[in-house]
């Protein structure tokens, strides 16, 4: 069974400053693996994907990098900004057909004060 | 935007009282999905559909079903209602085109009392 897991569990930082949240997977085997934001009473907002053949993904101030031998992901966020204050969680896509399901760690939740 | 509009945003019930989410999407999406969010269980699959019909169940199934008679709308049910079934729950579909994301909408808040 795969297991998804986010470390830390929650990070406070000042704005301005770079900062990674992680993310691990047990099952290497997977498809795609996508970042989401949640903001407090909200749903998902997807930030990125990255295909299982892909090595990184980059959208604006945000960076994802995938290692899928090691199991592992990360979310790069340059120069944090009060507005990112959010809950960041990972999602990964086996490789199987039945449904394609995504299988969530809990989340990162990050305060980025002023 | 996939156009999923989740039905209804809050809603109250009574214990033992069966209850109906729908879910639905304007895009022809094959691929459909409903999650629960709790605290410390982060977000968990009830059912899946992956055609008109055509459903499936997920980790946490027990309590719930499905019916999916149109490829718009997606039904969860609660047959009757717990307090264990209080979460938010959300639906998703699966993109087509590269990648295959997945879009969700903005979710459902239950409390059984």
């Known amino acids: 069974k795969q297991e998804v897991t986010q470390i830390p569990a929650a990070l406070s930082v000042p704005e301005g400053e770079n900062l990674v949240l992680n993310c691990s997977f047990t099952d290497s085997a997977i498809y795609n693996l996508q970042w989401f934001r949640q903001d407090p009473g909200k749903g998902l907002t997807s930030l990125l994907l990255i295909q299982s053949s892909q090595r990184e993904q980059t959208s604006g101030r945000l960076n994802a990098s995938l290692d899928k031998s090691s199991g592992r992901s990360t979310l790069y966020i340059a120069a944090s900004q009060p507005g990112d204050s959010a809950t960041y969680l990972c999602a990964v896509r086996l490789s199987e057909t039945s449904g394609s399901r995504l299988t969530f760690g809990e989340g990162t939740q990050l305060t980025v004060n002023p | 935007d996939a156009g999923i509009t989740q039905s209804p945003r809050h809603k109250v019930t009574e214990t033992g009282t069966p209850v109906t989410l729908r879910c639905h999407q304007t895009?022809?999406?094959?691929?459909m999905y409903w999650y629960r969010q709790d605290p410390g269980h982060g977000l968990r699959l009830i059912h899946y559909?992956?055609?008109?019909?055509?459903?499936d169940k997920g980790e946490v199934s027990d309590g719930y079903s499905v019916s999916r008679s149109k490829t718009e709308d997606f039904l969860l049910t609660l047959e009757s209602a717990t307090s264990s079934q209080t979460s938010v729950y959300f639906c998703?579909?699966?993109?087509?085109?590269?990648?295959?994301?997945?879009?969700f909408g903005s979710g459902t808040r239950l409390t059984v009392v």
């Open positions: 559909s992956y055609g008109v019909k055509d459903t």
């Open positions: 998703a579909i699966r993109n087509r085109g590269y990648g295959e994301g997945y879009t």
């Open positions: 895009e022809n999406h094959r691929y």
